[in-house]
């Protein structure tokens, strides 16, 4: 598989619950992005990952949301005690050259749903 | 900061004909990449075109072209010979180059418009 890919693909939760996203890049991509996407907000920028690193966190919404990146690979986006706000989807994205004209690459989402 | 305004929430289109999709944007950059993505029901955002702000040549990739007005801050995209594999939702988007300071090539999206094309 050459692109990005995202799991699980839809995700219903209780308000309350805690839920784990996971994002695979593009293999030797060091750049990877979380978007959020929802009606009220449109499509925003959650967090950036450089390697393992998250220089960029101004887009998580609330200490509720977190993230990690291991191995410059696999990341992770956790929210804890969900909301009934947080429903949307959430994009993960990968790019070879953060920053450059090179294209990011996005991966199919996980739709996340809490009732 | 940057903000990507796209006026249009909905557009619709016969098949074969041509359409086009409004952007503007708000920056006191100089220089900037803007871009259009694609977004069918699939949610697989693709890339359909690009454009650096310090070429004045409007991007051009077979049926999708830009109007790129930089003093008017327009970024228009648009689509000749509509197909109906073109149905989708289009987002504008902005980039600030550089991998670091407040950049970090996030990218800033309009709203989106939802294009249909009809046969």
């Known amino acids: 598989g050459a692109g990005v890919s995202q799991s699980p693909s839809n995700k219903v939760t209780e308000k309350g619950k805690d839920v784990e996203l996971r994002c695979d890049p593009i293999s030797g991509h060091t750049a990877l992005y979380w978007y959020r996407q929802s009606l009220g907000q449109g499509l925003e920028f959650l967090i950036y990952f450089q390697g393992n690193s998250a220089p960029d966190k101004s887009g998580l919404p609330s200490d509720r949301f977190s993230a990690e990146r291991t191995g410059g690979s696999v990341s992770t986006l956790t929210i804890q005690r969900t909301q009934q706000e947080d429903s949307a989807v959430y994009l993960c994205a990968s790019s070879s050259d953060p920053g450059s004209y090179n294209e990011q690459f996005f991966g199919p989402g996980t739709r996340l749903t809490v009732l | 900061a940057q903000t990507v305004t796209q006026s249009q929430p909905e557009m619709s289109v016969q098949e074969a004909e041509t359409v086009t999709l409004s952007c503007t944007y708000d920056t006191s950059e100089n220089n900037y990449y803007l871009f259009w993505y694609k977004q069918p029901p699939s949610r697989q955002m693709i890339l359909v075109i690009r454009q650096e702000a310090y070429k004045q040549q409007n991007a051009t990739e077979n049926r999708f072209s830009v109007n790129f007005q930089k003093a008017a801050k327009s970024f228009s995209l648009k689509i000749s010979d509509s197909q109906l594999g073109d149905t989708a939702m289009y987002f504008c988007?902005?980039?600030?180059?550089?991998?670091?300071?407040?950049?970090?090539?996030?990218?800033?999206f309009g709203q989106g418009t939802i294009l249909t094309v009809h046969p």
């Open positions: 988007a902005f980039m600030k180059p550089g991998a670091g300071g407040t950049s970090y090539g996030k990218l800033t």
